[in-house]
């Protein structure tokens, strides 16, 4: 019964001094300058750069914010189209989705995040290849 | 050479079969409403593209397949993505008190399905040969070709569910000594191994848990033949690795195989190492490990040192 009770305050304790993954990677400045970083790393990457030929940067980087400010637990809405419908006519590869995945490791690398906290983002981005990678 | 043209014809077999022949040839229906990106948005496919992310292509074990360095894992070995072929070629150095185990050989990996792997052990059994009656600097060599199949699953990107990645494969082993083999009781100098391998990627917890059912007539992995005087026939033998991910480029871990125990002269014993393996780039790879494969040949506490370079793309 004691046991009990200990786990009743543990459970209605936890949530209220849990951090979200959002804020172990350093919350809005950081993931800001992630997308910002990462953005340019997408743009100078010669695997990927031509699939952002028709997208508008700024607004792709506002999304890209949301979305990872989204999934890790933070204060935002994703406002933009889904995973599929965004990527379906950029025929995207296996290998291009890891080349996106590298130069987001290497953001979040320059941005000091730690190698396990970044692996907790990737791990709830990980399973959208399977609506971004078509080809 | 049989064996070489077996494997390829497996291969062949397999690639002809295969899904990623049939999502090739038929691409998804675009969506009228989002198609509207011209073919300039497309990028190109490169087929020898290294596209899996750093350190998912593993090792290179001591049999030539894809793994750690004693326990064979799922993934498809080098860094070619679904669209591509990837290769590596290693080199292996174990020492221990009273042998030396090299093992060099190649793979390549064809569209992240399947594996094709060749290697050549060498066994030596050094001052101990003296002793044993085979001679100083007496030498087993086998050589291995196998073929490993993903069958299932995606180790690394499936980070929503259980599913491991699951592979089928096989090792086509013949050892050079048969007359000595069959001396210490074993049955025969060749035999295939079949094994089940399931592989997956903690990726929110950093860590990479294999493991491995063998089903194998070997002793001590072949190089005292197959079969035995004490225990004959086929037995699942397993094998598992735990890896934790230090940073992009750097894994430890421990590794556990279990053997046969087929001959009246000697008893195997589990393997074990601890390893750690450094990926400086996507072309070659360190691993360094502490092992103790036990008593072989009589000889008692082969504990040593693991040294292994894979170099490839």
């Known amino acids: 019964m004691r046991r009990l009770v200990l786990l009743a305050a543990l459970a209605l304790a936890v949530p209220a001094q849990a951090a979200t993954l959002y804020d172990d990677l350093g919350g809005e400045p950081v993931m800001r300058r992630v997308v910002e970083e990462a953005t340019k790393n997408f743009l100078a990457d010669k695997r990927i750069a031509v699939t952002f030929g028709e997208t508008a940067i700024p607004r792709f980087?506002?999304?890209?914010?949301?979305?990872?400010?989204?999934?890790?637990?933070?204060?935002?809405?994703?406002?933009?189209?889904?995973?599929?419908?965004?990527?379906?006519?950029?025929?995207?590869?296996?290998?291009?989705?890891?080349?996106?995945?590298?130069?987001?490791?290497?953001?979040?690398?320059?941005?000091?995040?730690?190698?396990?906290?970044?692996?907790?983002?990737?791990?709830?981005?990980?399973?959208?290849?399977?609506?971004?990678?078509?080809? | 050479m049989r064996y070489i043209a077996l494997g390829c014809a497996l291969a062949a077999a397999l690639v002809v079969q295969s899904p990623v022949a049939a999502e090739q040839s038929a691409p998804p229906?675009?969506?009228?409403?989002?198609?509207?990106?011209?073919?300039?948005?497309?990028?190109?496919?490169?087929?020898?593209?290294?596209?899996?992310?750093?350190?998912?292509?593993?090792?290179?074990?001591?049999?030539g397949s894809g793994g750690g360095g004693i326990a064979t894992w799922a993934l498809i070995t080098s860094y070619g993505s679904r669209d591509a072929i990837g290769a590596n070629a290693h080199a292996t150095y174990i020492t221990l008190p009273d042998f030396e185990l090299r093992s060099y050989g190649a793979a390549i990996g064809v569209f992240d399905r399947v594996e094709l792997s060749f290697a050549r052990q060498e066994f030596d059994t050094g001052n101990t040969g003296a002793r044993l009656g085979l001679g100083k600097g007496f030498t087993f060599k086998q050589d291995v070709v196998g073929a490993k199949v993903r069958v299932l699953g995606d180790a690394i990107y499936e980070q929503d569910r259980w599913l491991p990645q699951i592979s089928i494969g096989a090792q086509w082993k013949r050892n050079n000594q048969e007359a000595i083999v069959k001396a210490v009781g074993a049955k025969d100098n060749s035999g295939v191994d079949y094994y089940i391998a399931a592989s997956k990627l903690f990726l929110d917890s950093s860590f990479l848990l294999n493991t491995t059912i063998r089903f194998t007539e070997?002793?001590?992995m072949g190089l005292l033949g197959f079969g035995g005087n004490k225990n004959d026939g086929y037995h699942a033998t397993f094998e598992g690795s735990l890896a934790a991910l230090l940073s992009r480029n750097l894994a430890v871990g421990v590794e556990l195989r279990t053997q046969n125990d087929h001959l009246q002269f000697a008893k195997q014993e589990r393997w074990m190492d601890v390893f750690v393996a450094y990926f400086p780039t996507k072309n070659v790879s360190f691993t360094a490990a502490f092992v103790d494969l036990g008593t072989i040949a009589l000889q008692q506490r082969q504990r040593g040192g693991y040294f292994s370079l894979q170099v490839g793309f």
């Open chain 1, 61 to 135: 980087k506002q999304l890209l914010f949301e979305q990872l400010c989204n999934v890790s637990g933070g204060p935002c809405t994703y406002t933009g189209r889904d995973m599929a419908k965004s990527h379906t006519a950029l025929k995207i590869t296996d290998a291009h989705f890891s080349a996106l995945v590298e130069d987001l490791q290497d953001a979040m690398d320059k941005e000091k995040i730690a190698f396990t906290t970044q692996n907790r983002l990737l791990a709830i981005l990980a399973p959208m290849r399977r609506d971004i990678v078509t080809r």
């Open chain 2, 29 to 63: 229906a675009a969506d009228p409403k989002t198609s509207v990106a011209a073919d300039s948005t497309i990028a190109p496919i490169d087929r020898f593209d290294s596209g899996k992310l750093l350190a998912t292509g593993g090792v290179s074990t001591v049999e």
């Open chain 2, 218 to 220: 070997a002793n001590q």
